[in-house]
């Protein structure tokens, strides 16, 4: 079966830039590159992998693409643009010729409320639109109900829930978090990646077993037609190795049909990122 990791970093380590790696999160502070990642994913037999931003500039985006060029397992590339930009519409056509370019992605889960709402952002989210772009929204469960706000108004704009939203698997909160992402759901243009569940849970003692509920709760908000694997590597590395977290979710799905299954490991990505 094919399997597309619709989740990765790439990056060179540099203590300023990657702060938010602290002292708990030693283990990934260091350079992560296609070098390493490349016979892990041969090691899983996983076919390619999406690149997705870590720092907000357009300097990263650069980086990744110059690395889709060089490896072809990297399938495409999720970069930064400042979407609030009164030029966008010139940085968006400076890459125009960027074909690995899918998509765009800013860390909404570090801002202050309202940050989604501001009408240069809707402005900008519907110019990516226009242009076939994807968007990966990355927030915090708390911020699930003003995500909704925003999406009402880019229902034309095919958007992806980096996470599950990070609810808080570590303290078995899930009710809240369940209300609102099923609530998203119903959007047909939204999607939402299983992935980064362990590094909400405890990393130490974190088990499939815990994160079934949460599991269950998107399969069936979002159905097998919009929901697709992603690792979260490197940073998957201070909860639970490459392999642990694919088998941990293979084992989940292994009891759905084999088109539900290469749908989920797959076909969605290839879809949602036009692959």
Same mark, same amino acid.
């Not at 409320?113 to 900008?124: E, H, T, W």
């Not at 269950?216 to 979260?232: H, K, L, Q």
């Given at each position: 079966?094919?399997?597309?990791?619709?989740?990765?970093?790439?990056?060179?380590?540099?203590?300023?830039?990657?702060?938010?790696?602290?002292?708990?999160?030693?283990?990934?502070?260091?350079?992560?590159l296609?070098?390493?990642?490349?016979?892990?994913?041969? /090691?899983?037999?996983? /076919?390619?992998?999406?690149?997705?931003?870590?720092?907000?500039?357009?300097?990263?985006?650069?980086?990744?693409?110059a690395?889709?060029?060089?490896?072809?397992?990297?399938?495409?590339?999720?970069?930064?643009?400042?979407l609030?930009?009164?030029?966008?519409?010139d940085?968006?056509?400076?890459y125009?010729?960027?074909?690995?370019?899918?998509?765009?992605?800013?860390?909404?889960?570090?801002?202050?409320?309202?940050?989604?709402?501001?009408?240069?952002?809707?402005?900008?989210?519907?110019?990516?639109?226009?242009?076939?772009?994807?968007?990966?929204?990355?927030?915090?469960?708390?911020?699930?109900?003003?995500?909704?706000?925003?999406?009402?108004?880019?229902?034309?704009?095919?958007?992806?829930?980096?996470?599950?939203?990070?609810?808080?698997?570590?303290n078995?909160?899930? /009710?809240?978090?369940?209300?609102?992402i099923?609530?998203?759901?119903?959007?047909p243009?939204v999607?939402?990646?299983?992935?980064?569940?362990?590094?909400?849970?405890?990393?130490?003692t974190?088990?499939?077993?815990?994160?079934?509920?949460?599991?269950?709760? !998107?399969?069936?908000?979002?159905?097998? /037609?919009?929901i697709?694997?992603g690792?979260?590597?490197?940073?998957?590395? !201070?909860?639970?190795?490459? @392999?642990?977290?694919?088998?941990? !979710?293979q084992?989940?799905?292994?009891?759905?049909?084999?088109?539900?299954?290469? @749908?989920?490991?797959?076909?969605?990505?290839?879809?949602?990122?036009?692959?």
């Amino acid at each position: 079966m094919k399997i597309i990791d619709t989740h990765q970093h790439f990056w060179n380590y540099d203590a300023t830039r990657h702060d938010w790696i602290n002292e708990d999160m030693r283990a990934i502070k260091k350079d992560f590159l296609p070098e390493q990642l490349a016979p892990i994913l041969k /090691e899983n037999k996983v /076919e390619g992998c999406v690149s997705v931003q870590v720092d907000q500039t357009t300097e990263e985006t650069d980086f990744l693409l110059a690395l889709a060029k060089e490896h072809s397992f990297i399938k495409g590339v999720v970069g930064w643009v400042d979407l609030r930009a009164s030029n966008l519409e010139d940085k968006l056509e400076n890459y125009k010729d960027a074909k690995a370019l899918k998509g765009f992605r800013h860390i909404i889960q570090g801002q202050a409320a309202g940050f989604m709402l501001q009408p240069n952002l809707i402005q900008g989210l519907k110019k990516l639109a226009t242009r076939n772009y994807s968007y990966d929204l990355l927030i915090y469960a708390h911020q699930l109900k003003e995500a909704n706000e925003l999406i009402k108004q880019v229902t034309e704009l095919p958007i992806v829930i980096d996470h599950l939203a990070k609810p808080n698997i570590k303290n078995n909160e899930i /009710e809240d978090w369940k209300k609102e992402i099923t609530a998203l759901a119903k959007y047909p243009n939204v999607y939402c990646k299983i992935s980064g569940m362990a590094t909400e849970a405890n990393w130490e003692t974190w088990a499939m077993a815990g994160l079934q509920p949460y599991l269950d709760t !998107v399969v069936e908000a979002f159905g097998t /037609e919009r929901i697709m694997f992603g690792s979260d590597w490197p940073v998957c590395l !201070v909860a639970s190795s490459y @392999a642990k977290w694919l088998k941990g !979710v293979q084992k989940y799905f292994n009891t759905f049909s084999s088109t539900e299954q290469e @749908a989920i490991f797959a076909g969605n990505a290839i879809k949602f990122y036009k692959l």
